[in-house]
C-alpha cells in the first residue's frame, strides 16, 4: 500500500486591529504546497505513482483597501 500527501494549504487572517494601522479593509497570507509527500513499500511503486515530483511552492498575500 502506498500513502501520498498531495495538497497542504495553510491560510491566515489578519486581524483588525493590526488592519487599521495599516489602513486596509481585509489581508489575508496564504501558502500552498503540492506534492507534499509520497510513501510507498518500494522505490518502484514510488517511481510508478511520479513519488519523486519535487513539491511546488506558492505564496500568495491578498489586501482589500
Not at 28 to 51: D, P
Amino acid at each position: 500500500s502506498n500513502i501520498r500527501f498531495k495538497n497542504l494549504s495553510v491560510s491566515y487572517r489578519i486581524p483588525n486591529a493590526l488592519l487599521k494601522k495599516a489602513s486596509l479593509k481585509s489581508a489575508r497570507l496564504q501558502f500552498n504546497v503540492e506534492n507534499v509527500a509520497m510513501f510507498a513499500k518500494n522505490k518502484t511503486a514510488k517511481y510508478l505513482m511520479n513519488g519523486y515530483d519535487c513539491p511546488n511552492f506558492v505564496g500568495s498575500i491578498q489586501l482589500g483597501f
